[in-house]
């Protein structure tokens, strides 16, 4: 299995970015799919997550900013990320859940079978 994800950058606060990952060797419509980011010195945690069926949730800091979406038919999923703001600054990780249901997507990082390798995004104030 192999998740690659690409699009992070150098962006200005108030800016947009779009991340994709790249999902391959798996059955991509029976796995939940969330995106995580890290900050230099603080925990990984979740920003959004998807489920099989499209089901979306959001962490409170990014609501109204961030979108995740997928394309089970390109095996991608998607985080657009609009209004960003210079705390937004981490490396973002695609990670996949095996997923039993159409609305169910996992809260914990232990419950994610499979981590892409990260892409930096830098928002500059």
């Known amino acids: 299995v192999l998740l690659v994800e690409s699009g992070g950058g150098l962006v200005q606060a108030g800016g947009s970015l779009r991340l994709s990952c790249a999902a391959s060797?798996?059955?991509?419509?029976?796995?939940?799919m969330g995106w995580y980011r890290q900050a230099p010195g603080k925990e990984r945690e979740l920003v959004a997550r998807?489920?099989?069926?499209?089901?979306?949730y959001y962490t409170e800091s990014v609501k109204g900013r961030f979108t995740i979406s997928r394309d089970n038919v390109k095996n991608m999923v998607y985080l657009q990320m609009n209004s960003l703001k210079p705390e937004d600054t981490a490396v973002y990780y695609c990670?996949?859940?095996?997923?039993?249901?159409?609305?169910?997507?996992?809260?914990?990082?232990?419950?994610?079978?499979?981590w892409g390798q990260g892409t930096q995004v830098t928002v500059s104030s």
């Open positions: 990670a996949a859940a095996y997923s039993g249901t159409y609305y169910w997507s996992p809260r914990n990082m232990q419950e994610y079978d499979y």
């Open positions: 060797g798996l059955t991509f419509g029976s796995y939940a």
């Open positions: 998807i489920s099989r069926g499209g089901t979306t």
